[in-house]
């Protein structure tokens, strides 16, 4: 198993940028990939990002070249970069770690508010 905590989130004006962190802990060695996603009041959870244990990263044509993501060496820290924020990015952020074992079982975080402001 393993445990995924979010920081970083916050009120930012439209245009600004905000990095939240996902504090990765447990069984890092069995994550195959690692993503950020998002789920604004009344939509479905969307993802904005991945990046896979070999370090190829991917992102949805909404965020793409505005987010970031990356990680530590030791996979136990992943990053999302977020610039020209843009109103519709307001949701509440989760970190995902979907493991290697049968059924490829997805864990996440509990989640952290970005607020941007137009």
């Avoid at 905590?5 to 069995?30: K, N």
């Avoid at 109103?87 to 509440?92: F, I, K, P």
């Avoid at 290697?100 to 989640?111: A, D, F, L, S, V």
Wanted: hydrophobic share 30%.
């Amino acid at each position: 198993q393993v445990h995924l905590v979010e920081s970083g989130g916050g009120l930012v004006q439209a245009g600004g940028s905000l990095r939240l962190s996902c504090a990765v802990s447990g069984s890092i060695f069995l994550i195959d990939r690692m993503g950020w996603y998002r789920q604004a009041p009344g939509k479905q959870r969307e993802w904005v990002a991945v990046i896979t244990d070999g370090g190829a990263t991917n992102y949805p044509d909404s965020v793409k070249g505005r987010f970031t993501i990356s990680r530590t060496n030791g996979k136990n820290t992943v990053y999302l970069q977020m610039n020209t924020l843009k109103a519709e990015d307001t949701a509440v952020y989760y970190c995902n770690a979907q493991l290697t074992t049968p059924g490829r079982p997805n864990y996440w975080g509990q989640g952290t508010q970005v607020t941007v402001s137009s």
